[in-house]
């Protein structure tokens, strides 16, 4: 009967110690996705969300992420500020530390460089690397991984550092920081040609999806515009590669290194359409990153040793979908039939208005853009550029907020700024190391939890 006891006891004192011993020792991966919707907050996925539910007839991917279960609130603030912009947000996810604005992966001190998890990986597991995004490859998020510059503007350092970075993959836009001056469209001051040189450190480099297509070799230079790539609604005329096909091309070359890889996938333009406070931009726009999250997803089905982590690194414009048209009297919502109709985005249509657009201009402009008549108050709002006018900090583009503001009531959607918030965000994720991502994170957190994962010191 002792005995029996004893046996007891020591088997649920085993049981105790096998649960403890697994809950410190983090699952291991063999590859890292990250994947980071600029500007991606609550409202922008729930926006595209409806939107491809009701008009493209599915669901987001993100949707199969987020009900696998780790899912997190994520906070941003940062080293200076409760509102953070790109650099410090990119960096404080690559680092694990809390930065200042616009420095890139640097101590407070401007000159010390704070290493990322791009760099531990490379150093300690020789993994291979990538870094896409739709904006520039020499923007915030994409650069704070693999650079340490004082000043984000600094973009033609960026790409110097870029290249000595080793990084395998590298794609974008912003091909003029690669070109010196004297070649058309460059802005390279100290009369350097990237391009040639990582041609000679044994990139392919691209400028075209059907370039993309074809490449074989491991290290890709692609550079698909001088400056951003297009927003997706800008699109059409286009030979520049999807997110989703650039992802694809990605994972695929980076998956043959043995030792496993570490590849930051970005959409960059979501941030740039909530910037100018353009619904339809900004839906387009993440139905786009939404497909390489799911060209990611299937890459981690058949690749079992993979984390996916989806995040965004701000919330930009303080977006909100808002009850009310002009007439109705019950809550209605986002009238995701009348954002379909639009056809180019703010930033274009804003192009043929000049300096000083008169109403009927305006009138005709938009009524061609998007199916909408405005009234003559209206248009006269938008000419006088009234929303600028009484809050120019937070609301700095112009006549862009006045349109937004005039086609509230048509898309009921709303903007409370220019810039970006402080709205908590989410994470989440699959696979090995993703069952961290619980409850409320700090985004310094995401690299502690990417760290663990790929068993890093
Ligand atoms: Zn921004």
């Given at each position: 009967m002792q005995i029996k006891r004893m046996n007891r006891w020591i088997n649920i004192l085993l049981v105790l110690l096998f649960v403890f011993a697994a809950s410190t020792v983090s699952?291991?991966?063999?590859?890292?996705?990250?994947?980071?919707?600029?500007?991606?907050g609550y409202t922008q996925f729930w926006a595209a969300q409806l939107y491809s539910k009701h008009i493209l007839g599915r669901d987001l991917r993100m949707i199969e992420v987020m009900k696998a279960g780790n899912t997190a609130y994520i906070v941003n603030d940062t080293a200076d500020s409760f509102v953070t912009e790109s650099a410090a947000a990119a960096g404080q996810i690559?680092?694990?530390?809390?930065?200042?604005?616009?420095?890139?992966?640097?101590?407070?001190?401007?000159?010390?460089?704070?290493?990322?998890?791009?760099?531990?990986?490379?150093?300690?597991?020789?993994?291979?690397?990538?870094?896409?995004?739709?904006?520039?490859?020499?923007?915030?998020?994409?650069?704070?991984?693999?650079?340490?510059?004082?000043?984000?503007?600094?973009?033609?350092?960026v790409a110097t550092q870029l290249l000595k970075s080793n990084v395998e993959i590298l794609m974008g836009g912003r091909k003029q920081f690669f070109l010196p001056e004297s070649v058309s469209g460059g802005r390279r001051k100290d009369g350097r040609n990237l391009i040639e040189e990582a041609q000679k450190l044994g990139y392919s480099v691209v400028g075209t999806a059907a370039e993309l297509k074809g490449v074989t070799g491991s290290k890709v230079l692609g550079l698909f515009n001088m400056a951003n790539m297009n927003y997706e609604i800008d699109r059409k005329a286009t030979k520049e590669p999807s997110l989703a096909e650039m992802t694809e091309v990605t994972l695929r070359i980076l998956s043959r290194n043995p030792n496993g890889f570490f590849a930051m996938i970005e959409?960059?333009?979501?941030?740039?359409?909530?910037?100018?406070?353009?619904?339809?931009?900004?839906?387009?726009?993440?139905?786009?990153?939404?497909?390489?999250?799911?060209?990611?997803?299937?890459?981690?089905?058949?690749?079992?040793?993979?984390?996916?982590?989806?995040?965004?690194?701000?919330?930009?414009?303080?977006?909100?979908?808002?009850?009310?048209?002009k007439t109705s009297k019950e809550y209605v919502g986002i009238d995701l039939k009348q954002i379909k109709n639009q056809n180019i985005s703010f930033e274009l249509l804003i192009k043929e208005w000049g300096k000083n657009p008169t109403p009927a201009l305006i009138k005709e402009s938009v009524k061609k853009a998007t199916g909408i008549e405005l009234t003559d108050e209206e248009a006269q709002f938008v000419a006088?550029?009234?929303?600028?006018?009484?809050?120019?900090?937070?609301?700095?583009?112009?006549?862009?907020?006045?349109?937004?503001?005039?086609?509230?009531?048509?898309?009921?959607?709303?903007?409370?700024?220019?810039?970006?918030?402080?709205s908590p965000l989410y994470a989440c994720g699959i696979g090995p190391g993703s069952e961290k991502i619980q409850g409320l994170l700090h985004n310094t957190e995401l690299f502690t939890i990417m760290k663990a994962a790929l068993q890093l010191k």
């Open positions: 699952a291991q991966a063999k590859n890292v996705v990250l994947l980071i919707g600029d500007g991606l690559a680092t694990g530390e809390r930065m200042f604005a616009r420095a890139l992966s640097m101590k407070e001190d401007g000159k010390t460089p704070v290493p990322t998890i791009l760099e531990l990986a490379k150093a300690q597991k020789n993994l291979a690397c990538g870094l896409v995004t739709t904006s520039g490859i020499t923007d915030a998020t994409p650069a704070a991984f693999a650079t340490h510059v004082s000043h984000r503007s600094n973009e033609e350092e959409g960059g333009r979501i941030d740039h359409a909530s910037h100018r406070n353009d619904a339809a931009a900004t839906i387009h726009d993440v139905i786009a990153f939404d497909e390489a999250v799911g060209v990611a997803i299937d890459f981690a089905k058949t690749h079992p040793g993979t984390l996916v982590i989806l995040t965004a690194d701000h919330d930009t414009g303080g977006m909100a979908i808002i009850g009310h048209s006088a550029d009234t929303i600028k006018k009484a809050d120019p900090y937070n609301y700095s583009y112009d006549y862009l907020h006045s349109l937004a503001f005039v086609l509230r009531p048509y898309y009921r959607v709303g903007f409370a700024s220019q810039t970006h918030t402080a």
